[in-house]
């Protein structure tokens, strides 16, 4: 069977279109619904040489939580140490969410959060 190319344009058109609509990333304003935790969340592991030199801090993290609920697209936004960024993201890389909600369906959400890394004594 053979297509012309306007049929197979138009077909590539509506294929492209609808993967643009499922792949959007909303941001939490335009959500009906916030995503949340599931389970408990996997705290970050203190980064020893930091720890032993008794340095603090924080990283603030940039994310998206996907229609499946699964953490991807994981950047350091700011972070006083490449250690605690490296740190928060694998921990956010295994954190499990139900993903925000857009007129009842669920979609990607861009979410930014801060880290912190305190020692107690």
Known sequence: M????????AVLSFLLASCAVEGKIYDL???????????????PI???ELMKAGISGEAILRFVVDTQGHTRDIEVVET???????AAAEAIAKWNYTPGKKDGAAVNARMQI???FTINR
């Open 2 to 9: 053979k297509y012309t190319p306007a049929v197979v344009l």
């Open 80 to 86: 006083n140490h490449p250690s605690f960024g490296q």
């Open 114 to 116: 801060p880290v912190g």
């Open 29 to 43: 304003k335009e959500l009906d619904e916030m995503p949340s935790v599931k389970g408990r969340r996997a705290g």
């Open 46 to 48: 203190y980064p020893f």
